[in-house]
């Protein structure tokens, strides 16, 4: 494949400002999962793009922040691991926030001290809600910290701009065969795609003190063999007795819009009707156990 391109982008930040939006709308399609709470996205997650003359493998990072667990020391450690393997390096911001002490926190003690002298992109997210002038006072703050071989104001969730972030990407990646058939979107294994998919439910619906002690386990999926009906059994694990009454909710209504919505998700995820078995159950701080916080937030899976 003459002039073929092909690299790693690492997308890095703080929590909560769009790096998994912003991947699944470079790639087309929801391969890691989103909502407003912070620290949805647990461990790495690969999202491919194939284009004519290139294949881009973007990597969505947990946010970085202070970890008071375990499980968030395992968070931090894959995103911090992310800035040495990148081909690009994407730092993304919110210009909502503006340039935050977390923001210049990474720029100072992780961009500064990668090795790679790979490219280095600031992206500015959420471009559309702040004006022209905030837009240019946070390039300039930020660049004054780093010198970003390009700054990019975007909106990861209308898509505004990302046609030229992509294309600025591509040009930055260097020559090389394709990493993955061109139909591979993603490295998730399916029964970790099933499991993302009804915590994103859950991370919608429930309270602030309840969705980071949330976990979910697949216990079983297969098609029956005698129709187009698919049988999906999955565990809901949390901390607190009282977090498993918010989760199954008064009379159980709760437990039944996260099963219906993750059912809705998932049939279009797997393309036939599924049967889905939900239950709740305790693990006491599992999130302060080294091997629960492994296996419950996914980090043992094989990619």
Known sequence: MENHRSGFISIVGRPNVGKS??????VGSVVSITSHKP??????????????EAQ????????????KSALGEMMVKEARSAFGDADVLVLMISADDGLTTADCEIINHRIHKKTQKNPVYLVINKSDAVNKTDILGITQK???LFSFDET??????????TDVLLDLIEKALPAGPRFFPPEYITDQPERVMWGEFIRARALLHLRDEVPHGVAVEILSGAKRPDRDLF???ATIYCEKPTHKGIIIGRGGEMMKRIGAESRHDLE??????????L???VKKDWRDNQFLARTLGGFNMEK
């Open 21 to 26: 939006t912003l991947m699944n709308r470079l």
């Open 39 to 52: 620290q949805t996205t647990r461990n790495r997650v690969l999202g491919v793009l194939t284009r004519p």
């Open 56 to 67: 881009l493998v973007f990597v969505d990072t947990p946010g970085i922040h202070q970890p």
């Open 142 to 144: 930020a660049n004054e």
């Open 152 to 161: 990019v104001p975007i909106s990861a969730k209308r898509g505004d701009n």
């Open 231 to 233: 049988d999906i059994e």
């Open 268 to 277: 279009r995820l797997i393309g036939m009707p599924v049967n889905l078995n």
């Open 279 to 281: 239950w709740v159950k």
